[in-house]
């Protein structure tokens, strides 16, 4: 486990509770944190948690007041609740919790090998009930916190496309929405998001391949700008950007003869 300093005073009175972050090297979730974490102690969760000096740096200078970095394996689900023990034992409470890690795995491969269907939906759907369910319950016991996670546009209606990775949000979505509705009165909450196509590092080679952004495409920037707008507005949910959501309402009456054919 490595630590940073920035500073030897505690500026933890600018913020309260630690911040952390599943899924250690996501742009996305770095991007988030990062606009989060002033004056608060954040811990970045992530194998390899030697080799994350860049994102450690990124958060120091963005106002954290300390950055710690532990192991996290998404897919060991049965060390997932001594993790949170631990964060909590060592950290003390938990603010934020941003969920943000999965892969997007290959549909033309998980369409015929079994293994890695089943890995993508371990790692995207399975693995985030294991690491919110001991969240939820210890932001409950304290009465305090905000989860915050990363469902996707690709869930609000399956495309045949995608239909493994889509399968997986559109079961973490429904899981997300229930546990908000779960938390709510219990001092903590939990905050959706709902981005749509993110060019970045999970779709560079999906794009390298020949597929081409989708409309209103946004980058992990903007995704964390809407997020922590959306935090500190104390929202339940927020779609990235906002014109996407009236889209899929009209894209939910959409003919299923028309909709098999549309592209990624």
């Given at each position: 486990?490595?630590?940073?300093?920035?500073?030897?005073?505690?500026?933890?009175?600018?913020?309260?509770?630690?911040?952390?972050?599943?899924?250690?090297?996501?742009?996305?979730?770095?991007?988030?944190?990062?606009?989060?974490?002033?004056?608060?102690?954040?811990?970045?969760?992530?194998?390899?948690?030697?080799?994350?000096?860049?994102?450690?740096?990124?958060l120091l200078a963005a106002g954290a007041s300390a950055v710690h970095t532990v192991a996290f394996d998404a897919d060991d689900v049965d060390g997932h609740p001594a993790l949170v023990d631990h964060l909590i034992e060592q950290y003390g409470p938990i603010g934020v919790a941003i969920i943000?890690?999965?892969?997007?795995?290959?549909?033309?491969?998980?369409?015929?090998?079994?293994?890695?269907?089943?890995?993508?939906?371990?790692?995207?759907?399975?693995?985030?009930?294991?690491?919110?369910?001991?969240?939820?319950?210890?932001?409950?016991?304290?009465?305090?916190?905000?989860?915050?996670?990363?469902?996707?546009?690709?869930?609000?209606?399956?495309?045949?496309?995608?239909?493994?990775?889509?399968?997986?949000?559109?079961?973490?979505?429904?899981?997300?929405?229930?546990?908000?509705?779960?938390?709510?009165?219990?001092?903590?909450?939990?905050?959706?998001?709902?981005?749509?196509?993110?060019?970045?590092?999970?779709?560079?080679?999906?794009?390298?391949?020949?597929?081409?952004?989708?409309?209103?495409?946004?980058?992990?920037?903007?995704?964390?700008?809407?997020?922590?707008?959306?935090?500190?507005?104390?929202?339940?949910?927020?779609?990235?950007?906002?014109?996407?959501?009236?889209?899929?309402?009209?894209?939910?009456?959409?003919?299923?003869?028309?909709?098999?054919?549309?592209?990624?």
């Amino acid at each position: 486990m490595a630590l940073r300093s920035r500073a030897a005073s505690d500026r933890g009175s600018e913020a309260t509770g630690s911040l952390v972050l599943f899924g250690g090297r996501s742009e996305i979730g770095v991007a988030t944190a990062a606009r989060l974490a002033s004056g608060r102690v954040v811990v970045l969760a992530a194998r390899r948690p030697g080799d994350l000096v860049a994102q450690t740096e990124r958060l120091l200078a963005a106002g954290a007041s300390a950055v710690h970095t532990v192991a996290f394996d998404a897919d060991d689900v049965d060390g997932h609740p001594a993790l949170v023990d631990h964060l909590i034992e060592q950290y003390g409470p938990i603010g934020v919790a941003i969920i943000a890690f999965g892969i997007l795995g290959d549909q033309a491969r998980a369409e015929t090998d079994v293994s890695h269907a089943l890995q993508i939906a371990h790692t995207d759907y399975y693995a985030h009930i294991s690491v919110l369910t001991p969240l939820a319950a210890a932001l409950r016991a304290q009465r305090s916190g905000t989860l915050i996670v990363f469902s996707s546009v690709a869930g609000i209606r399956v495309r045949r496309a995608n239909y493994v990775y889509g399968s997986t949000k559109a079961g973490l979505d429904g899981f997300a929405s229930g546990l908000a509705d779960a938390l709510h009165g219990s001092g903590a909450r939990l905050l959706l998001a709902r981005p749509g196509f993110v060019v970045g590092a999970m779709t560079r080679d999906l794009m390298a391949s020949g597929v081409k952004p989708a409309p209103l495409s946004v980058n992990a920037e903007q995704v964390a700008d809407a997020v922590a707008r959306a935090y500190r507005r104390g929202r339940g949910e927020v779609w990235i950007p906002w014109a996407l959501r009236p889209l899929f309402v009209g894209m939910r009456l959409m003919p299923r003869a028309v909709w098999r054919r549309l592209p990624r």
